[in-house]
């Protein structure tokens, strides 16, 4: 079944403790992108990455690091959380010119 | 500035009925898409129509698409319980190195049994 595995799906953390949300799709897509969801917000881009080891800000990357060292993995690094950061998160996948194939999510609360 | 509004906000109608959900966005695009999300899941892509086609059906949805007013509707036909959730448009933009979709804040339907 063509997918994309986010883990964890729920995640509480502490301000300062570095965490990983991890992300992986098996449908060989290029582009993968990490967005989160605020009440009120929508959905806003975190980075994105075009192909192995090309990554790229989008329109909130501030606090936030990734990377693309294999192409079906682009995990979410979150070096030193803060309560800001709570939030919703998705990663998501796809070919140009498609839809996109998002991740179950995962629901993050930095306390 | 925004790319994808809809329109209305939130939408509550009876099983049976038509529900029509609207998108207004700013800059050309290359397509639209629009998506379903349950409360806290994924979003799930339903339909996607580019910019040179002007209507198009799935199953019970029916997307439309102007692009001279920049607008797009998304139908949904004899709805049930379980359309009930929020529904985005997205734009997918002319050019670019991005291949990013901006989505809008979305539209929360309830389909009363």
């Known amino acids: 079944e063509a997918q994309v595995t986010q883990n964890p799906r729920y995640l509480i953390t502490v301000t300062g403790k570095k965490l990983t949300v991890t992300c992986s799709q098996n449908?060989?897509?290029?582009?993968m992108s990490w967005y989160r969801q605020d009440p009120g917000l929508g959905l806003r881009q975190i980075y994105y990455s075009m192909n192995v080891e090309v990554t790229d800000k989008g329109d909130v990357p501030e606090g936030y690091k990734v990377s693309r060292k294999e192409k079906r993995n682009f995990p979410l690094i979150l070096e030193s959380p803060s309560p800001n950061q709570t939030s919703l998160y998705f990663c998501?996948?796809?070919?140009?010119?498609?839809?996109?194939?998002f991740g179950s999510g995962t629901r993050l609360t930095v306390v | 500035s925004q790319q994808g509004e809809e329109d209305p906000q939130a939408l509550s109608i009876q099983e049976g009925e038509n529900a029509t959900m609207n998108c207004s966005y700013k800059?050309?695009?290359?397509?639209l898409q629009w998506y379903r999300q349950n409360s806290g899941r994924g979003l799930v892509h339903l339909i996607l129509?580019?910019?040179?086609?002007r209507e198009k059906h799935s199953g019970r949805l029916r997307v439309t698409l102007d692009t001279s007013k920049k607008s797009s509707s998304l139908l949904i036909t004899a709805s049930r319980a379980a359309d009930t959730a929020s529904y985005f448009c997205a734009t997918d933009k002319s050019g670019g190195s991005n291949y990013k979709l901006t989505f809008g804040k979305g539209t929360l339907l309830t389909v009363n049994p």
């Open positions: 449908m060989n897509h290029e582009y």
């Open positions: 998501a996948s796809r070919d140009r010119g498609n839809g996109y194939t």
């Open positions: 129509i580019r910019s040179n086609e």
């Open positions: 800059t050309s695009i290359n397509n």
